[in-house]
Nanobody, 123 residues
Framework: QVQLVESGGGLVQAGGSLRLSCVAS????????MAWFRQAPGKEREFVAA????????DYADSVKGRFTISRDIAKNTVYLQMNSLKPDDTAIYYC????????????????WGQGTQVTVSS
């Protein structure tokens, strides 16, 4: 079993920044992918960013490229999502996920999810 706990969400004005954290505990594997997804009210869950534990290779949704940065601290079993230049459209619940995802973008390939953290960007 893997447990994921997110933190760092909050209310911020457009143009501001937030950093989300996701701490993993339990049984983790170096081959796993750590990812962030988000879901806005009335919308489907969407991929935001992902990173592989072992190789640190990353991928981003087009909507966040150049504004968001995903990183990891292996010693702390923690993944971060630095979000800059936030827009009202970034408002959503952000979820951390992990699993042996061959396709980082596909949420169905992640077996473990956190409880989510709310991010609200005001205009």
């Amino acid at each position: 079993q893997v447990q994921l706990v997110e933190s760092g969400g909050g209310l911020v004005q457009a143009g501001g920044s937030l950093r989300l954290s996701c701490v993993a505990s339990g049984r983790t594997f170096s081959t796993y992918v750590m990812a962030w997804f988000r879901q806005a009210p009335g919308k489907e869950r969407e991929f935001v960013a992902a990173i592989r534990w072992s190789a640190s290779s990353t991928d981003y949704a087009d909507s966040v490229k150049g504004r968001f940065t995903i990183s990891r601290d292996i010693a702390k079993n923690t993944v971060y999502l630095q979000m800059n230049s936030l827009k009202p459209d970034d408002t959503a619940i952000y979820y951390c996920a992990t699993g042996a995802a061959a396709n980082m973008w596909d949420g169905r390939q992640y077996g473990y999810w956190g409880q989510g953290t709310q991010v609200t960007v005001s205009s």
